[in-house]
């Protein structure tokens, strides 16, 4: 125990202060922390050295699980939605080069394979933090470049966590392994991050939400910290790293409404066990080693300065940024960071990798680290002689203003098959890891403790667990979005989007398969029957239907509010004219021959279908505002529906594709525009009102269906703000939950009457 102190005292004592002289010369604390780290080493022998290396390799251990925890609090998965597949196509050339480049690099040098690929590795990371440093430092945080860099960062970041996954399945495997072989290993990683991410994004942030009120800053500090380290243990029982797992947690808590707050408290935590990590890199630093291999260092640092800048300046332009930002970019990108040293750690625990390899990259990286600010100063230069020696038809293409991922036109098909995979892919993940959970630890823990009819336990519970997600699956009659688009846009996409609507069923009934035939054990007509009754309950329970919107609702408030809240002002009369000039309506007539006549809404189905709804139905003798599902359209009536502009559009194609027999009684306008229109009659004005859930009790758990808004007080719930979140296309059996705020349409008495009845009369 003394040693244990002893070493971790003299550690800290030469980390301060080296850490004080480096931030005095300005320079990054990481490099003074190394350089402790060589002073108390068996390396550098004028100074006392540590007597106990195996503690500081666990504090080192501790150290990389707390700063992969921090590095995913400060990521975001919004953010990464939003730099846009520009910053993806960058990183992927940019990261892609430099694998191939530092292999052939290892290659040429004559090192082994695996050497080659974790240089490879290594060399394709740059760092964040020295990046950020230099952008403060020359107050280039505001630039159009820099932001873009940054999102580069971003996914970099997410690339070297595969990466350092990828390289610890290809070292513990075979010598001659694969692609082929490495197929499992990878669909076990995706299959892994998809369920981590999906239940994780659904209960983390929940949870901080529920709680929120009882947390203080020691116990946000002790839960965050338990759930990293829990996340980690979960990593590495599934065969991942504990990196992995503590980035995992961190993005994930990085959604939760505390999460500033989280990362403000870690972040000693994270200093501390940071140093401990990067003193552990500096022990490694062998003097009379890096002199042995001072050409393979010199080397490195020309190929890591030099490929860097060409690849990082070849995918920004290959993004469709300028040549001036390309190479100011790339510029930037010149070093690498700390993430290597986890590689090369990885490596190194693995014993893959040989002991000259660790030490080399620690030199190259604080050699590029300093040479950073004199490549950013250098970009401009750079850039004047790339200009001065290039084709003028080629400088012409290069030098127009890049472009911007938000104006890209993206074929309807590619975003429905993109949207339809994505969906189809979590579904399956979620269903197969129900059916391995009751297959390898619900029955045999029923079966264990003996009991009676386990199989049929096991089944029924099976069941009720993936019930919301096959209901989804099972609600084939609704086109929505792209489908609807592509649907009533020519009749030739009718059969691919069937198949496409087909093999969602498919995915449903090889479930219900599973859990019949393989738990239940029943085989033959009685599976059969049992499947054809479950497809037909699950397809109409609405309250099945209920449960899987409040899942979906939750998990989309996770990954959005927090963002969306910045920019959510929370100003009820700004978001009512912002809805007011979002919904659009459009009234038509029925002609003598639609085959619509004598039909009611609620075989109509026109919010299934297009997501609009009909807000009124007049005829010579009547006029009824908010009709119910009962209601009828008669011969030579008119209606008017209220709908996005996209849904609108959905409608108009429907009618000239279906043959609906409608005309246009009035043009598309907005409600704004309507509710404002002067020659619209007093009877016929329209309204919007924002109604908070909380204030009505009566409304609190109920399904918009259920609700006695349209019934009773002739009005309809037109949209529905959950927190900053807006559900768009909120269900009819949608479960309104307390925070919600609903904004109702109706005419001004019928809503008057409402607010009177709902939120006075109690």
Not at 38 to 58: G, H, L, M, Q, R
Not at 68 to 82: A, D, P, R, T, V
Not at 710 to 717: D, E, T, V, W
Not at 718 to 746: F, H, P, Q
């Amino acid at each position: 125990m003394d040693t244990l102190l002893a070493d971790l005292a003299m550690i800290l004592i030469v980390a301060g202060i080296t850490a004080l002289i480096f931030k005095k010369l300005r320079q990054p604390l990481v490099l003074g922390y190394i350089v402790a780290g060589f002073i108390t080493s068996p390396n550098f022998t004028y100074f006392p050295t540590i007597a106990n290396k195996a503690s500081v390799e666990t504090w080192a251990e501790i150290g990389v699980i707390f700063l992969m925890f921090s590095l995913g609090l400060e990521f975001s998965f919004y953010k990464l939605k939003k730099v846009g597949s520009s910053a993806f196509i960058a990183t992927g050339i940019a990261v892609l080069d430099m694998i191939i480049i530092g292999y052939l690099t290892g290659n040429i040098l004559g090192w082994s394979r695996m050497n080659s690929l974790f240089l490879g590795g290594m060399l394709s990371m740059s760092s964040t933090a020295i990046i950020f440093k230099a952008f403060d430092d020359l107050g280039l945080k505001q630039e159009k470049f820099a932001n873009f860099v940054l999102g580069v960062l971003i996914i970099e970041d997410i690339a070297g966590i595969v990466m350092m996954v990828l390289l610890s399945t290809i070292a513990t495997a075979s010598a001659n392994v694969s692609l082929l072989e490495l197929l499992p290993g990878i669909g076990n990683l995706v299959f892994c991050l998809i369920l981590w991410f999906v239940l994780g994004m659904y209960i983390v942030p929940s949870f901080f939400k529920r709680y929120n009120n009882l947390f203080n800053d020691e116990t946000l500090l002790i839960v965050a910290v338990g759930l990293c380290l829990s996340m980690v243990i979960i990593a590495e029982h599934a065969g991942f790293s504990s990196a992995l797992g503590a980035f995992i947690m961190g993005s994930l808590i990085a959604e939760a409404p505390s999460a500033e707050r989280i990362e403000e408290l870690f972040k000693p935590v994270k200093d501390l066990f940071g140093a401990v990590f990067f003193v552990s890199v500096g022990m490694l630093v062998d003097p009379i080693l890096l002199w042995q291999y001072i050409i393979p260092v010199l080397i490195l640092i020309v190929v890591t300065i030099v490929g860097q800048i060409t690849s990082a300046t070849l995918g920004m332009l290959a993004a469709g940024q300028s040549l001036k930002n390309a190479i100011r970019s790339g510029c930037c990108l010149c070093q690498i960071g700390e993430f290597s040293f986890i590689l090369a750690k990885v490596g190194t625990e693995l014993g893959v990798t040989s002991d000259f390899l660790y030490p080399i990259i620690v030199a190259v990286s604080v050699i590029t680290t300093f040479t950073t600010p004199f490549c950013m100063g250098f970009a401009e230069p750079l850039y004047q002689l790339v200009r001065k020696h290039l084709p003028r038809t080629i400088l012409e293409r290069l030098d127009q203003d890049e472009e911007e991922p938000e104006a890209k036109d993206e074929n309807a098909w590619l975003e429905l098959l993109k949207s339809y995979a994505l969906q189809m892919l979590i579904f399956s993940v979620l269903l197969t890891a129900i059916s391995l959970v009751s297959e390898y630890y619900l029955l045999p823990y029923l079966n264990n403790k003996q009991i009676p009819f386990a199989n049929y336990i096991a089944a029924a519970l099976t069941l009720i667990a993936m019930a919301p997600i096959l209901a989804k699956l099972l609600q084939n009659h609704q086109l929505d979005g792209h489908f609807a688009i592509l649907w009533y846009k020519r009749r030739a996409n009718h059969i691919p989007i069937t198949a496409l609507i087909l093999s969602k069923f498919v995915l449903a009934v090889m479930s219900l398969y599973f859990v019949f035939h393989s738990l239940a054990q029943w085989h033959g007509l009685i599976c059969f029957f049992c499947i054809i009754v479950a497809v037909y309950g699950l397809s109409r329970c609405r309250w099945v239907i209920s449960q899987y919107l409040r899942l979906e609702s939750t998990f989309l408030v996770n990954l959005n509010e927090k963002h969306m809240q910045e920019h959510h002002d929370g100003d009820i009369t700004t978001l009512r004219e912002s809805l007011d000039q979002q919904l659009q309506i459009v009234s038509y007539n029925v002609k003598s021959t639609s085959p619509l006549i004598g039909k009611s809404l609620k075989e109509l189905s026109f919010y299934q279908n297009y997501h609009c709804n009909i807000i009124r139905i007049a005829t010579d003798s009547s006029n009824t505002f908010m009709p119910g599902g009962d209601d009828k359209l008669v011969k030579n009536s008119r209606f008017t529906i209220i709908g996005m502009p996209q849904d609108i559009e959905i409608f108009k194609r429907a009618i000239r594709q279906e043959q609906l027999g409608l005309e246009v009684r009035f043009h598309q306008r907005s409600l704004r525009d309507y509710m404002l229109d002067k020659e619209v009659p007093k009877e016929l004005k329209l309204f919007i009102y924002a109604l908070q859930v909380k204030d009505c009790p009566d409304l609190l758990g109920k399904t918009i269906r259920n609700t006695p808004l349209r019934n009773q007080y002739n009005c309809m719930i037109v949209s529905v703000d959950r927190g900053a979140y807006n559900l768009a296309y909120a269900d009819a059996n949608l479960v309104l939950e307390k925070k919600d705020l609903l904004w109702i349409l109706g005419q001004p008495n019928d809503i008057k009457n409402m607010i009177l009845k709902l939120t006075v009369e109690k």
